[in-house]
C-alpha cells in the first residue's frame, strides 16, 4: 500500500550530536514537509519542498536542515545548534499544494 | 490568513453523532475549511474538506454555515476508535504551508 514512512520511530540523542530522521514517500507526491509538535502546542512547520533539489524555511528553521535529492525522500537533519530538541516530529506529503496532507507515523526524539 | 477557534473538549456518547464545532469568522472567499484528527502519538489523518456547499464521505459530513464564518464536522455514528484531537484548518487555496494548526478539540468516546 502508498503511505509515508518514518523513522525511526523512537530516537535518543545526547546533546551536541545531529541526528537525520528519515522520511519516505510511495505515493508519488510532489510537496513533503516536516512539522514539529510539542506538548500542548499545534504542530509546526520547519521546511517544506515543492520538488526535487528545492526546499524552503518554515516558521522554526533554525537548527535544522533538509534535503530533496529525489521526490521520494525527504530527510531532515537536527543539529546540535537546535536547542530545544525533543519533540515529535512529523512528515507529511501531497500531491499537490492544495491537497490533503497524509501525514507520516511519527518520530519521537529525545535529547538526553 | 484565518484562524479558527474549537472547544478545547468534548465528550460523546458511543453510538451517538458527534457535533464538533468551528468558528473561523476571519475566513475569506478562497479558502477551504479542512478537518484532521491526531490519535494519540500518530500522525494527523484527513478527514474532509469543503469550501462552500455541505460535504459528506465515508467517515464524517461537514456542514459549513451560508456565509460560512463557522463549521460543523458530524460523525454520525461516534465508536471508541474516534477518540483523538480534532482539528480545524482554514487553508488558503494555493499554499499548504499557510495552514494554521490550532489546539483543536479532544473528543472522548465513551462506552
Known amino acids: 500500500d502508498g503511505g509515508i514512512t518514518q523513522s525511526p520511530k523512537y530516537l535518543f540523542r545526547k546533546e551536541g550530536q545531529n541526528v537525520t530522521l528519515s522520511c519516505e514517500q510511495n505515493?508519488?507526491?510532489?510537496?513533503m514537509y516536516w512539522y514539529r509538535q510539542d506538548p500542548g502546542q499545534g504542530l509546526r512547520l520547519i521546511y517544506y519542498s515543492q520538488i526535487v533539489n528545492d526546499f524552503q524555511k518554515g516558521d522554526i528553521a533554525e537548527g535544522y536542515s533538509v534535503s530533496r535529492e529525489k521526490k521520494e525522500s525527504f530527510p531532515l537533519t537536527v543539529t546540535s545548534a537546535q536547542k530545544n530538541p525533543t519533540a515529535f516530529y512529523l512528515c507529511?506529503?501531497?500531491?499537490?499544494?492544495?491537497?490533503?496532507?497524509?501525514f507520516g507515523e511519527g518520530s519521537r526524539l529525545t535529547v538526553l | 490568513d484565518a484562524k479558527t477557534t474549537q472547544p478545547p473538549s468534548m465528550d460523546c456518547a458511543e453510538g451517538r453523532a458527534a457535533n464538533l464545532p468551528c468558528n473561523h469568522s476571519?475566513?475569506?472567499?478562497?479558502?477551504?475549511v479542512y478537518w484532521y484528527r491526531q490519535i494519540h502519538s500518530q500522525g494527523p489523518q484527513y478527514i474532509i474538506h469543503g469550501l462552500k456547499n455541505n460535504e459528506t464521505n465515508e467517515m464524517a459530513s461537514l456542514i459549513i454555515t451560508e456565509d460560512r464564518k463557522s463549521s460543523t464536522l458530524i460523525l454520525p455514528h461516534a465508536t471508541l476508535r474516534d477518540t483523538a484531537v480534532y482539528y480545524c484548518?482554514?487553508?488558503?487555496?494555493?499554499?499548504?504551508?499557510?495552514?494554521?494548526w490550532g489546539l483543536g478539540t479532544s473528543l472522548a468516546v465513551n462506552p
Open positions: 505515493l508519488n507526491h510532489d510537496a
Open positions: 484548518i482554514v487553508l488558503n487555496a494555493g499554499n499548504n504551508r499557510k495552514l494554521i
Open positions: 476571519t475566513i475569506s472567499g478562497n479558502e477551504y
Open positions: 507529511a506529503s501531497t500531491k499537490t499544494r492544495t491537497g490533503e496532507l497524509f
